[in-house]
């Protein structure tokens, strides 16, 4: 495949039916490079745009730098969704600023690590949830990209952690009361440890906190009151379920790519 989106893959709107030609022959790697190329497609110059994190979003970032270096979009200004984001962006040449500058972003492009069928997601695998949220949050329209195996019946279901972001201080404490809260869900709620380096040691996220990672056995039902138990702990930051923020939904897959809106 050449650097841009390949116009031999079918991009069907709402429905989102998927249909021929089949994917079936590219990499994971590729599948995300198609997402974050497709969802560029939304970009517009003069837009403030929220730059997301994570494997699949640096597809639409340097993206975005292209169109820019070639002319083709303009005066775009980036608001990046982390640290390792910024320094992407700024490598790339790609104008930044921030919330405080600019309350009112655009459009924002993400990855996820879950997405049920209402499109509500779990994020903050890369730990870059609180700043995703806020960004997300103040976004007129959020852009989910994702590769087919992010797509899950209901939140929790692919086995991987819902993570939450908590204060360091007493942290076990807040971490046995995330876990007592979903028992019935068989929650197992571990500390996330540093991937790499010597002694064994907390990851920390950009902000100077914790992430408490819950792992659910079974679904836990009404996620808004689930989001709204978990916030009640005074320990708690924040957490990585993204609650009917998502307006369009890209998945490339080996049926081929679609897009799907949340009001379409
Ligand atoms: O929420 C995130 C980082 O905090 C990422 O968007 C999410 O983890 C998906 O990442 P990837 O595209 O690498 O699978």
Excluded: W
Excluded at 51 to 68: H, N, Q
Excluded at 112 to 121: G, I, M
Excluded at 214 to 231: C, H, M, P, V
């Amino acid at each position: 495949m050449g650097s841009a989106f390949d116009p031999n893959v079918t991009v069907t709107e709402e429905p989102a039916v998927v249909d021929s030609p089949p994917l079936s022959n590219l990499t994971q790697e590729e599948l995300k490079r198609i997402a974050g190329y497709k969802a560029v497609e939304f970009v517009e110059s003069g837009m403030v745009i929220g730059l997301g994190t994570g494997s699949t979003a640096k597809y639409a970032v340097a993206r975005i730098s292209e169109l820019l270096r070639e002319g083709k979009l303009k005066d775009i200004i980036g608001i990046p969704t982390s640290t390792t984001t910024h320094e992407q962006a700024v490598s790339l040449g790609i104008p930044l600023s921030d919330l405080d500058s600019h309350p009112i972003v655009d459009l924002s492009i993400d990855g996820a690590d879950e997405v049920d069928p209402a499109l509500n997601l779990v994020k903050g695998r890369g730990g870059s949830l609180l700043r995703e949220k806020m960004i997300e949050g103040a976004s007129k329209k959020f852009v989910v990209i994702v590769d087919e195996s992010k797509l899950v019946k209901y939140i929790g279901g692919s086995g991987l952690a819902v993570p939450v972001e908590v204060v360091p201080f007493c942290c076990d404490f807040t971490r046995g009361k995330l876990e007592e809260l979903f028992k019935e869900a068989g929650c197992k709620a571990k500390l996330r440890m540093k991937k790499s380096g010597g002694d064994a040691a907390p990851a920390v996220t950009d902000n100077g906190n914790y992430v408490v990672d819950l792992y659910l056995e079974r679904d836990i039902g009404d996620l808004e009151a689930a989001s709204k138990e978990i916030l009640r702990f005074p320990g708690v930051v924040e957490h990585g379920m993204f609650l009917g923020m998502a307006t369009t939904l890209i998945v490339a897959g080996k049926f081929g790519v679609t897009v799907k809106d949340r009001f379409g």
